[in-house]
């Protein structure tokens, strides 16, 4: 097992997803009882692992004599209505074909989106299932030749394939779970006008044919676009409205994102040096299980062949992965917010000032200079759009906790960035606290941060450097070669002053850089060096 992944996991490497599988499996068995409808729609935000739990119960149905269950993947699959629909009925078919063990006489399609040389493939294949003589499959054939080869403006045989998989079941005595992620993205195919010729409004067409035709095919859709999820099975105008009942997956809970930690970790042969680590992973993650593998990989990374995982690794891996310029996560929240934002744009602004912490509306009207009214306006549409929730009278929080963490770490202006308490060392979270409660607006490892030194002091315009080191005594010595790359990173960056903070468990003393002693072989502080610990007289 690799820590990394990015495609759906399932069996050992599927954590904490037992009670949704079975959940769904259950909904899979209804399918055998007539006139029993159960509709399910699985609904979460950006990779949490939804396509994993549909793979799940694909996989535990793969043996089974007469359950066929088809996964139609509905992303970036919807801006050509043909193609999409080649790509439906092939996938109804060659699950057809598996399930009977027709395959390994057959063979079966490939992805039509993915293989440029479909349309030369198909007619050998088609012509071995011909040979087969089964009526629905010949009528599958033939919706795909058709789609192949009409010209624009023809009509498109698009209800052949809707219909593919009941007729399928009735002639070859299976039945089918139909499951559609991405559901949301099939709303693309309602404004083509080839669909709506050939169909009308796509969504009541599938209705008469999923509700009223039903006998052997049952529904599932899936979507993270929660918005227009929700829009379009829970509209009282919408044609599915109280069709499907809702399954929400969020984060594993908590012993088991920690039973994934420590089984991912020891599968790759690494250790966490304490426990306190493991608490701050699962803070910052919310059990969100791809967060939690791509933080622990780039932690692992930092380790390298000592195997031990110490308080930096993990500090340097949140660091790589939420705001490193290759750092996946950050590419992942760089999409989720764009997709937040498509939903409601002029929600942009109010979102960045939001993430800097539970804010009141009255505090984002000041911060955003626009009217309270404006304000209120656009937080009732964030909220109508799942994004943020009302928590505790006006004061507003994401719907995601890590995706605000994101939004806070890479988006907001120098303001505080993560909670002090979250990550870093401890020593850096002890400071971190004491200037918080000195007034001083703090940037805390977020990309501002990241150099030479471990935090950002913030205060009205004015940024300082600061590495924390914890002694005994309050003496330090630093080797030329790292003190220069702090007087380089101070200049680079344009920061007003590199600051190195003693703290000795009782008082916390700064020392701005030029003040340190030249020595043989660096730079020192002792006794004599000019300190304050006053942190607001460094500004
Ligand atoms: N229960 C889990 N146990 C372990 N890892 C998981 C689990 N769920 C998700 N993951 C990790 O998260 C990644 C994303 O999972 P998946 O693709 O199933 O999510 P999704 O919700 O379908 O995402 P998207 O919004 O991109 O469609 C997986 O590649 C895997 O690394
Ligand atoms: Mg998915």
Redesign the pocket.
Known sequence: MSL??????FGD?????EEEVEDICKCVETVKTPQKRCFYTLQ??????????I?EVKRRYAAHPDICVVIIDC?DRCDDADLFHIYWATSVMNEFLTKKGYAKQTGTFSDPKKEPKFSETFPEIAGKIRSLGIEALESGLLAVEWLLQLPEGKRRPYGGVTGLAEDLADEGDVYFQMIF??FQETALLREQEKVRNAIGDIFRFWRSQWVNIHRRVNYIV?G?RLAQLRYILENPRQAFFGHFSLIG?VG?VRPEAKR?IETLLSEEGYILQSKELLDQLLDLTDGQ??CI?EVLDAACRRAGRRRVVKPEDIKWGIQDSFFGEHGRLRIHFEEYFQDCVETYPPGREVLISISQKNRTAEEIAEDLRIPISGINHHLERLERFYIIRNVNINRYIYADKVLEFWVCGAKSPCKRVAGPYLVGTEVERQLASFLLEHGIDLVYQSFQSRGAFDLLMEFDHTSIAIQVKKVKRFYYHFKRASYNRMVDYVEKFGRRWGVVCLYNDEEFRFYKLQNLNQTKHGYSITKKTPYTKNPLALL
């Not at 490497?13 to 997803?17: G, N, Q």
């Not at 979460?44 to 739990?53: D, L």
């Open positions: 990394s992944i990015a495609g759906p996991v490497a599927l954590f904490d997803r979460g935000v950006r990779k949490i692992g939804k396509t994993s739990i793979h992303y992620d991405e899936t993270s997956i594993l994934m299980p791809y593998r």
